[in-house]
């Protein structure tokens, strides 16, 4: 079972639509580093440029600005940790089917398409991936004959579960898709007289695009000939199950994500965390750039100074030279370095936004003790992370769940913290505007959409019924 | 009159001298990003490799781990705004004199190198570079007949005006020396049983060695077989005249410079401005990264909340993706995004470090505006910067110096901002510890030291007697 | 209508199948410079890697020594010389259907693929690319339910229509097959224990392979558990009509094609000529390296010395540097230099192996005119192109045919030649060893395979009944 | 003491002085691969760009046709067989003098420069390199003092001894040289109204300039304003001491060289070669491209046909995949093929152009033998090479002379022949045009020009008194 953060952008109608789509994933970058994809309709011909890497990478200027013609466009960015990144594998993904030509692009997972798969094998179909995006598409081509691209789409949907918000370039029109459940983010915004769509609306900003409003859940969007029509695909309501770590970590904290702006509410959970477990210090201090808006929330609320003691080096790239034996923890302290004066002899307060497998943290607080920290305590602006997430967000990239198998005391230990204390479920849902519109699944386990495939149900079981990591099958 | 940026390493007896250097100058990187180079000495040859880009690009594990052999290593990194910028060009400079393998590496700037030049020339020297160190080396050599090569150093050492810090590898020695006034910083290390010397202790941090104390002003270092020697070159004594511009600006917040911590002054500097120029305010905030740690120092003397409501892309790189005619101040916009419900309405405080050319600063102010600020007062970490400096720093790199023909009631104007207030010259000095030992020639226009070249000279007459930017003679 | 030249290699059971795969290729880089790809199986899984570019930049030592495990390996390099050069048309194709992961490379063109794709675009296949590769794997698949892989194959041959050499990897099994009239090469060989298939024998040298036999038309081999077996497709047999131009023009002088040694058939065709077209001159020389051999037969032949006059720059490459607008002819200039001393004032014989477009030659021509040649005359090792090949050849890579709508007078007047002489249909039967098994459609226009495809049809009625150059259809 | 192949071109007054020089050293190429440089002066300033590896890839665009501005402009090209291979070691060398720009490309090796440079660092020089070229720059400067440019040129040359062809650039003036003895080749051309030079002819055909003379030994020329003036730069003329091994082997067979087309000569030595050692056999072959005249002349004047029969991999290039253990002499099989067929129970007659260490020879005659032929004799264009040249060849780029140490007799057994005969001495001068004009040492040992460094002493006296390969002294 694959995961994978993702970025999606659309732009219907404008004449430098490539151009738009590329500044777009620029924005989003954060969203995914492996692969980027653009595709691109000139009213004839579809046009395709993916690659490995970055946005910037991927794309040059005789891409964006010859080759990749036309006025709609559509792009995505990837991120995926298993070994399986290949090229094969980028988005959006394109197909030819007598005049159609269709690309799609996908951010979030399926659940039932190992069961789909095996379903359309036996009526000859043939996969050359082994992206969820695939089955849809088969789904969508199985569909096409007896209706409109649209009701083909409708009806695809319909077929599959999980999480999924998707665009969808079927020549002339461009399609949005959301789960009935609303599980990842998806905007509509407005660019002149034209239509875009991303997945946040930082993408919006750097275009220069106004942000109307979040796609709703179970919603299809239409835009043709310039106008936009939407429709409710599924008669009966899903209860809202929006990911709440979009809004805990993954999303820029300048971006509106599901109607909220990230930023106010990192904040605020900082401001719940002082509440909920103050402690006497000198300071509170993030570890850069992750924890910094709970941070302030905290220092605000409690009065305590806040520093930014954790100094970046701006330089941090790629390095092939390694570091000799004796230089232990090389690769964390090469990102931060904290300022020895301001460390020495004080009471500190760290706020992180979520701790999954720790080490990292565990140096360097390691770190702050070398250099003379008198007491050091950790708050975190997100409940324990129990168990795996099915529905787009990898938190196998950092490894183990350390909170799945230990209690808090034995992480403080771990980390070696004088204290630790995880926001609890309702201060977090205290921190947002709608409290009863997020799937929770990693902190309680509550999966509001079942897992299917077996793939998934082995895993579990594998582990002795404790949710642990999910490996992607072959 | 080149003016550079640079930054220096050095390690003595280490079995992976290069390895280290490499990190050393990592660490610095901020210090110059034009071109970087290491050489090493193995008791028998001395070996280089520099290169154009960032220390990451120039090096790879084949030149830091087989032929960078040796164990008596320095680096140097360079920064230069001139068009000149050419491999040849980059230090360490290195000759060959009989046996004598002489390398050096130089921060700083020279103001009496033309006169030496066409001294040396009329004796029959020639110059393959336009670069000053190329002059003190023929210096060195000129002395070295009838001296060792320590007596030789100190007697071009003599010679010479200006300032700088340099490193000098003569075979097995180790020399570091220091200009009579100290303008530009450098300290000595300890790692494990070996020397080590850097522009600034960020350096030893990453590689985990002790920082001892910084050179003295006119002192000359001298390690050999494992010992260090120290001397003062220049019988009498001349005052400090510390650039205090590493401190405002340019050293990163973790380093001691000239026995400071850089992270304290400059909060610091944000309290002596608090209660220089208090304002009525909703909100302080910093333009990342730069004005950080005075707007802490402002947010805390004021007791206003801090907001770090600008956002960074953290993946903005070289894109060679133009924006289209539409989109304006594109690239100012990419680097940093604000969140927009954080400005609507508010006051806001901007606290900066420095004001150059202010056309960015401009156009971040308009886009505050455009979001809805309701006030916008800059405060300012330095005094108006109205002349050019000849001792090492280059302020031409972000153009014209707007202090130096403009009242603050004009700038506030050509800013858009609501009030406008620089830190005073009593002010700065009040926030760092010993006020007598620093340069203000930027500020004053009192040059410590005379500028003999004509080039320099003629510059400021070209000005009409208003110092201004100077250009490189060629 | 696409055309592809292209190489295929096989190997089953060696431990270093990617390894040798990667020699296999490299020594028959001259069949495809566009795209290469290698897929492996080692027992579990199937690896590929593919990229644009020659097969020395497409892998490195990871690919080959660490990712592409397996002891079973086929790879594929391609010439397209339509604007589609796109990464997603490189091959082997590689497609998942339940266990089974299929890949298949083909050498040769189809011409019944626009019929067949659209009836199973009507039964709801999807197609990613414009390949007719990608065609046959869906008429495999669709065959696979009620059959094993050999007959799934052996009933999608029967549909296809056309010239293909494939090599096909299910799980572990290796297939190859050749259509009826076995258009295009394919090798079997022998490396110690293990069987080998490649285009031309040239492979089989360089990893010191023995050469067993060709495979025979319309066979099917299938080699498993180390075991090859071989059988007949067809119930009736076809004539052979062998492509003739890989004897003449394309495959390399030392390898066995079709059972024949390449470089001695074409020295027969210079003798041949040197009977049908004598001339008296001073010398013989073919333009390098392309008429060599052809040439070194005319001059045995007629006692005329043989001279290499024509000099060859071994370090011309990929330049960006234009020249001046003065520099007429330079691309051709740049690649060979007559010695002038050798054209003074001679007659001179030149040899060709064909003449397409002709405007290199006449370019070549005029400058050994201008170098003061008194007598020039070519000697053509085939007889003139009238007709397009819609096997594989794709004579479009070098423009118009100028023998289609041209007499030789003509031809000779726009070259600028003294006499020019085409072999004739019977000599050039002559020269190869049995004459009866050979197409020589683009000579006389008898197509043995009728095209299908509207695609092309339309394109002949395009060009006013008179058979044109065929363009890709979208 | 270092060896260098090397290339030089230079024009004078042309709008597209880089661009001709660019082009002049592409067509060189052959001359040397390691490193290259252009250099051009506006009148007001002098460019550069240099850097390791083919001019194809040392050189772009943006360095042609914007960066090296300028209508006079000189190149070089560098190959070198030491360790030493480092950018800082690239040509031409530029210095500056006051307002002086000078710039040197030098073709030769000098055998007096060990004591010139420490003559002249007791005079306070420094040395940035281990080149020659620098030497000779110092001594230009010495006399730059009381002389103008072209004096101070003169007697710097009177001050080296050895063997130099050079460009110089001087400001506005363009001045070549070449040493008493003649060594090394240079050639006068014109290209419209504008004058150029090169090593070779085959520059001047690539952009279409004229060849007028070559330069005489001893000669400078001066080129100024547009004019070119001549003087003889010793009063007494030595004898011509020209380098033979250009005739041989160096050279382009398309060039002119000391006035010889280097084709002819190599065609004529082959025929002596027929001469002096007949045998009876099937045929004649070279092993291309080296031997290809010879073998023409050896088959015109023997009657025996020549073939063509180890074919080029015309895609060979930098592969960095390794072959397996058991691929043996894979490297060597992998350039050329021999044709089977041609080679099978054949009495074959091999012309090469040299033997230096015969390790190649040895494999490729291993190969002939177990693919059947018969008989294998070789002949050889030059006599046995066995003594090291101090003047500007490097033979140790193939190591060991294996003619130093061996008989022919021992030769011929090493490689597997069946009869072994190399030229005479006489019989190769008798294939030149002019007897007494040629360098010999090579062959006899009798060294024109006395070598002064000890170093060179010191490698013939470690070696037992027998030459050997000389290496560099750091």
């Not at 990192?266 to 300071?283: C, Q, S, W, Y």
């Not at 709608?434 to 079981?461: H, I, Q, T, W």
Request: hydrophobic share 40%; aromatic share 8%.
């Amino acid at each position: 079972m694959k995961k994978e953060y993702c970025g999606l952008f659309g732009v219907y109608g404008h004449p430098e639509a490539a151009r738009m789509t590329y500044f777009g994933l620029y924005a989003m970058q954060h969203r995914g580093q492996e692969s980027a994809g653009i595709v691109t309709w000139d009213g004839e011909k579809i046009r395709e440029q993916k690659g490995m890497g970055l946005v910037a990478d991927v794309f040059n200027e005789r891409h964006i600005g010859r080759e990749l013609k036309g006025d709609i466009a559509m792009g995505h960015i990837r991120y995926s940790t298993t070994g399986a990144s290949l090229l094969r594998n980028a988005q959006p993904f394109l197909v030819r089917h007598g005049d159609l030509r269709l690309a799609v692009a996908h951010n979030g997972n399926l659940v039932n398409t190992k069961t789909l798969r095996e379903e359309l094998e036996a009526q000859g179909s043939i996969f050359q991936t082994t992206m969820d995006t695939e089955v849809f598409v088969h789904l969508i081509i199985r569909h096409l004959h007896d209706n409109p691209i649209e009701e083909a789409v409708r009806l695809a949907c319909r077929r599959i579960k999980g999480a999924y918000s998707m665009l969808i370039m079927a020549n002339d029109k461009l399609i949005a898709v959301k789960d009935p459940n609303g599980f990842r983010p998806l905007a509509i915004g407005r660019l002149g007289d034209n239509y875009v769509l991303a997945s946040e609306t930082c993408a919006f900003d750097l275009i220069e695009a106004e942000y109307l409003r979040p796609l709703s859940p179970g919603e299809m969007v239409v835009i043709e000939d310039g106008k936009m029509h939407s429709m409710q695909m599924f008669e009966e309501l899903q209860p809202k199950k929006q990911c709440i770590f979009e809004l805990i970590y993954f999303a820029r904290p300048d971006s509106y994500v599901f109607g909220e702006v990230v930023y106010e509410r990192r904040k605020e959970m900082g401001k719940v965390l002082a509440r909920e477990a103050p402690v006497d210090a000198d300071l509170v201090m993030p570890f850069p750039d992750s924890g910094n808006y709970a941070a302030i929330g905290y220092s605000q609320e409690s009065g305590l100074p806040l520093e930014l003691a954790m100094i970046r080096n701006h330089y941090v790239g790629r390095t092939f030279i390694q570091p000799t034996q004796g230089m232990r923890d090389f690769s964390v302290r090469v990102k931060l370095n904290p300022v020895k004066s301001m460390i020495q002899g004080k009471r500190i307060i760290i706020v992180e936004d979520s701790i999954v497998r720790g080490t990292t943290i565990r140096t360097r607080v390691k770190k702050l003790r070398e250099l003379g920290a008198r007491e050091i305590h950790m708050r975190v602006s997100c409940p324990p992370i129990k168990h795996p997430c099915f529905y787009g967000i990898d938190f196998s990239s950092k490894g183990e769940l350390i909170a799945a198998n230990h209690s808090v005391e034995d992480i403080a230990r771990f980390l070696g913290l004088d204290s630790l204390h995880y926001l609890t479920i309702p201060g977090l849902l205290s921190a947002v505007s709608r409290e009863n519109e997020y799937c929770l699944a990693c902190f309680d386990g509550n999966y509001p959409v079942k897992v299917e495939d077996s793939a998934g149900k082995m895993c579990l079981e594998d582990n002795g019924g404790r949710p642990g990591i999910i490996k992607e099958y072959c």
